[in-house]
């Protein structure tokens, strides 16, 4: 970009950024380069800046400077999912390193630690960060990473990024903060002290319910960024060139589609929280939700999650999700049409999710619509 020219406010880079036409046609719509192998010199030599589509190829190039500039980072790397995003940032931390872990945290996340973790020769505190004291107090002389999630996920617990970053900094750690559930448009954690910022684009950057991938967004690159291409490319969780087109598709439509997923989630919510059939709802955009006034500080708007717990138990849950016609029964988030999901069900037998819990991922369609689903299947 010319140095010289004022940065454009963030809806526009949401748009914009990264959006040079294509300089071999003009071509407005970014192209998707194919290609696994690029033209190289007799002796190896590099002609155009890339040589093996594992390395790096233009289409990652563009959605990862796009990110990068979205986020407010130096850097991005984007990989084949969020969990192959989130397994190479802990294999970039020291054999015998120790790492502080938001106890309700995406469950995935929570196999690679309890599984992997420790084969990699590494240890780890399970905390709540709601409570800066429990974070305080788990951190040790080798702690090398806190991880958080803020909203989580299926709680849509709120954590203070600035305390948790503050005392992460103090012990010499970094912060870890995986914002899929607020997505960029909604908070940007490298600007309240994150180091990293994690997505599962699969769910609101690609945001059609049709592509999987995962990005790392760096404040500094200097810190991990060669040793994470490194992992990449030897490890090999690269997505392909037209899961990174469908990704800054995506981004594209990012700004418009948060807005109306948060304001669907906020009708949803005050409805839910009036019915008697509703034992309690988790949004943090609720002002009895004890998160509200953390998530107004860090947030533009408190986005498109739900979670509610029902009368009757795990078989209310159930019996409520079997008669939804609107809201498809579904796993995953952050697509234009509502689901729902008895988390506790597709979390398996360790889960510590209430069994009576819900999740919906709140659509673009008429609220009115979705309200009048949600009443029709808990009436019965
Ligand atoms: C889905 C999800 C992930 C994992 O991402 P995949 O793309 O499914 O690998 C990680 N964190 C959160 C919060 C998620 O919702």
Known sequence: M???????????????????????????????????????GPGGEDLHGFTYIRESNPTQERLQEALANVEGGQSSLVFASGLAAASAFLQAMPQGGHVVVQRDLYHGVKEIVHRFLPRWGMTYTEVDPRSLGEVESAMEPSTCLVWIETPSNPLLQIVDLAAVAQIAHRHGAELMVDGTFASPALQRPLEHGADVVMHSTTKYLGGHSDVQGGALILADDSRHGDDLRDIRKILGGVSSPFNDWLVLRGLRTLGCRMERHGANAMALARWLAEHPKVERVYYPGLPDHPGHDVARRQM????????????????????????????????????????????????????????NLLRASIGLEDPADLIADLEQALDR
């Open 2 to 40: 010319d140095p010289d020219k004022k940065p454009h406010r963030f809806t526009t880079r949401l748009v914009r950024a990264a959006s040079d036409a294509d300089p071999a046609t003009g071509a407005i719509a970014p192209p998707i380069h194919l290609s696994t192998t690029f033209e190289h």
């Open 300 to 355: 533009s708007a408190f986005g498109g999650m739900v979670s509610f717990t029902v009368v009757g138990g795990r078989q209310g849950a159930v019996t409520m999700a079997s008669h939804l016609r609107l809201f498809s029964n579904a796993t995953s988030l952050g697509g234009v049409e509502s689901l729902l999901e008895h988390r506790a069900s597709s979390e398996g037998p360790e889960t510590t999710t209430p069994q």
